[in-house]
């Protein structure tokens, strides 16, 4: 059975950070690009950021470079997203998700496999 499960979501104030954990199984994560995703209730999905699970390379949002990373570790086949200097805007549903093609694919249907989702709050 092929999933994704993230966890690491929460509250936090501005200017805070937490990190995101995406543990993938059922398939070969190494072949993959594993991306984080999120959105905001009432808005549309926004992609945030991809890593290739084999060369490692990285793309990010321009809304979150700088101030969020994505890592890997394989041998626990897990994705990561660091996120730091967090923002109000930075508020939504974060889902992991992870197809054979390419990075930024936002959509649930562009992408292989897709998490539940970890909520990211960040409030005052």
């Known amino acids: 059975e092929v999933q994704l499960v993230e966890s690491g979501g929460g509250m936090v104030q501005p200017g805070g950070s937490l990190r995101l954990s995406c543990v993938a199984s059922?398939?070969?994560?190494?072949?993959?690009?594993l991306s984080w995703v999120r959105q905001v209730p009432g808005k549309g999905l926004e992609w945030v950021a991809s890593i290739h699970g084999d060369t490692g390379m990285i793309y990010y949002a321009d809304s979150v470079n700088g101030r969020f990373t994505i890592s890997k570790d394989n041998a626990k086949n897990t994705v990561y997203l660091q996120m730091s200097g967090l923002q109000l805007e930075d508020t939504a549903l974060y889902y992991c998700?992870?197809?054979?093609?390419?990075?930024?694919?936002?959509?649930?249907?562009?992408?292989?496999?897709w998490g539940q989702g970890t909520q990211v709050t960040v409030s005052s």
């Open positions: 059922g398939f070969t994560f190494s072949t993959y690009w």
């Open positions: 998700a992870a197809n054979r093609r390419t990075y930024a694919l936002r959509e649930r249907r562009e992408n292989d496999y």
